[in-house]
């Protein structure tokens, strides 16, 4: 009656040892193996469960911002520049100095540390960096709404995508949402009459993943600083400034009438809130920018340690920002791919091409990459990719660094746009190895 006896959990988790597997998930494989009642499968559901970690892959899907890929792709560390001028052969394990201010010894606040950088790039007086831009939404009207009214109009009652829909922020942060115009037409006049002892502020919020078209009107942020009442800008996307100085030449035709930091607050908005991880092309971050009066009022409600980010982040953030006041295109990944020409790009492709052989049916295609992350709705940005015969994502995805790459029209799209030129040679081995 009884069946072969089950091998050991403990030899049978041994036996994957080699593919240098932490021992206690290795007995979870096992486990797991044991109970389906193939224990032979123990190295595959081991592999599978190593490769499902959090890990480098390789985002072929010519969408920059990928939210399921941490959006805007970051220098790995041994590429940071840092604020030090010493360097150390082996780097020692040290601290990291988060909040003591080095001239009086003293702690200070880990939020505003890179204020001045923001001064400087975006013309912002004041900043409070969050955990994310839904973070920075919900502080702002938590901390300068609760309990009064927030104009907003019927044609930004946005949803983001993951659960940030305006009026739920709002249901959170006990701010009354009044809301005015209409879905597609929204005047100055709407506000004004809307106005009353109880109003705190006037919210824009920008679209960023959806166009209106046809008749539509709305009321943009130097009009509804006449009001005479803050005026709160959430643009989304994060981008500093909309004449992209950082960038060698103009700013790129994609991004087009996207609200940048510099301009919403030179338009009069007294608060900005942005994302770090769309175009401002750094680390999963939420930006308060603005007057300092309501920063600080921001920074010290106790939802503000809440919603603090850790001093990974911040490091990881001052990095981008000292990226953008160096001018260092090589150290802005996002920007230096999204300003990629198609010439180098074409380049690449047919000298990747040359090192597969042939292999897949491989050819080039011009094809359409996008700023992705909800932010610059409708962007196109030309592109140039590796093109296969048939729906090769799973093969590619098995590799080791996986290739994230999209199907198309019965062929398998490696978009170049969003690849560093440096697995360049290993999209040529992938490629090859493709039967
Ligand atoms: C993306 C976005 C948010 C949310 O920002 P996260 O960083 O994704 O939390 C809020 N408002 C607008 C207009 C956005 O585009």
Redesign the pocket.
Known sequence: MDGPRPPAIDRLARSVSDIAYPHPLAVVAAREAVRSGRPEDVREIAVATMRNLIGPVVNATGVLLHTNLGRAPLLPRSRQAGPSTREAAVEPVRYRNIEIDLGTGKRDSRQRRLETLLRVLAGADSALVVN????A?LLVLTALGRDRQVLVSRGEL?E?G?G?RLPDVFAASGAELVSVGTTNRTRLDDYARALSDETALVLS??R??FTMEGFVQSTGVSELSTLGLPVIA????GLLDAATPWLPGPPPAWLAGEPDVRGSLAAGASLV?A????LLGGP?A?LILGRPDLVERCGSHPLARALRPGGLVLESLQETLLAYLRGDLDAMPFWKMASASLEELHGRAGKILAGAGGAGGAEIAEVTATAG???VAGSALPSIAITLVGDRRGALLAGDPPVVARAQGGRTVIDLRTVDPTDDDLLSEVISSLT
Do not use: L, P, T, W
Request: proline share 0%; charged share 10%; with cysteine.
């Open positions: 994310n831009g839904a973070a939404v946005i983001i993951g940030f919020v920008h960023s993943n959430d643009i989304g996307s809130c994302s770090g991880d769309k999963q939420g992350a909800g932010s």
